[in-house]
């Protein structure tokens, strides 16, 4: 089993020179259905092993500009003392630092908070793009104002640009307290009639620089069924992903997390590899589009269907 994720060799995910950095957050605090999120970082690791490092698509190694894996942040009591130790540690590691892309893996939703407080402390400013079946916009939830249903209000107490996408699920409360991100949602109707027009209005809604959160019940409960409150009706690879590489093309996005993945156990690791070839993506796209994270890209001539229109679904 891996510690690291892809398992690679020494000079590929060294520290000291890794481009990309995979922080594991196991943290489980505040769920209140089905639970499991602690395992998900490690079970990301664990199938990461079976993964190639040559990225279909783009036909480059994603790995070459360096991945390395830190170690876990260990869970605190509180949802409280958590929020301060995740905010402290990535201050502390200076995991957000020019040059560098930290990628999270949770770990429930309400790790993501202090991970964007730290991320604008360092750049000032960042705009936030969200892929979840639900909008996390409650002021709070069972008594908690850090709950991982309350996870993007938080987000909104310190950035005002919040973009969610492929939202399916929310509250009259919420749609009271926050209309302005409801009537903005891009929801998976929307994405199904014209993904072309959702894709320029993210861009267009998107300041720079851009931090990715993704809940992995984005996707529909088909693909991706290791998770605490599976919603139906959700996206699928090519819509989450073509989106994703739109952003990372013309955006500067300087992190991302992965939370929500709830290993269902035995011989099921559909929901992990998932992940673990998202995680793939997020570095591969990061690694070859805009941004001002510098390096040798792939050629975008090899960025296969970078010219096809496509418009409604990908599929
Ligand atoms: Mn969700």
Not at 99 to 110: A, I, N, Q, V
Not at 195 to 219: G, N, S
Not at 240 to 268: H, M, Q, S
Request: aromatic share 8%.
């Amino acid at each position: 089993m891996s510690r690291t994720f892809l398992s690679l060799s020494a000079d590929r995910c060294d520290p000291t020179t890794a481009r990309y950095r995979i922080v594991l957050i196991p943290y489980e605090g505040t769920v209140c259905f089905l639970g499991g999120t602690a395992r998900g970082p490690d079970a990301i690791l664990d199938v990461s092993d079976q993964m190639e490092h040559f990225d279909e698509e783009l036909l480059c190694d994603f790995t070459r500009f360096g991945i390395a894996t830190f170690p876990p942040i260990p869970s605190a009591d509180t949802p409280e003392q958590m929020f301060d130790r995740i905010y402290q540690t990535v201050r502390q590691e200076s995991y957000f630092q020019q040059g560098k892309f930290p990628l999270f893996l949770g770990g429930e939703h309400s790790i993501t908070p202090p991970i964007v407080r730290a991320a604008v402390e360092c750049y000032g400013t960042v705009s936030v793009l969200q892929f979840d079946a639900h909008t996390d916009l409650r002021e709070s939830f069972t008594g908690r104002k850090l709950s991982h249903a309350s996870a993007m209000r938080r987000v909104l107490d310190v950035t005002p640009n919040l973009v969610q996408v492929g939202i399916r699920s929310f509250s009259e409360e919420e749609y009271q307290e926050c209309p302005r991100q409801i009537e903005a949602l891009i929801t998976p109707r929307m994405l199904l009639q014209n993904q072309e027009r959702c894709v320029a209005t993210i861009l267009d809604a998107l300041t720079e620089p851009v931090y990715i959160t993704v809940d992995i019940d984005v996707f529909d409960p088909v693909f991706a069924p290791g998770t605490g409150t599976p919603e139906p009706g959700g996206l699928d690879w090519f819509q989450v992903t073509e989106i994703l590489r739109r952003v990372c093309e013309v955006k500067n996005v300087v992190g991302a997390d992965i939370v929500e993945v709830a290993p269902l156990g035995g011989n099921n690791v559909v929901t992990e590899f998932l992940a673990a070839r998202l995680a793939a993506k997020i570095i591969a796209y990061t690694g070859s589009g805009g941004g001002t994270i510098s390096g040798a890209p792939c050629s975008s001539d090899l960025i296969v269907g970078k010219d096809r229109t496509t418009g409604g679904n990908t599929r």
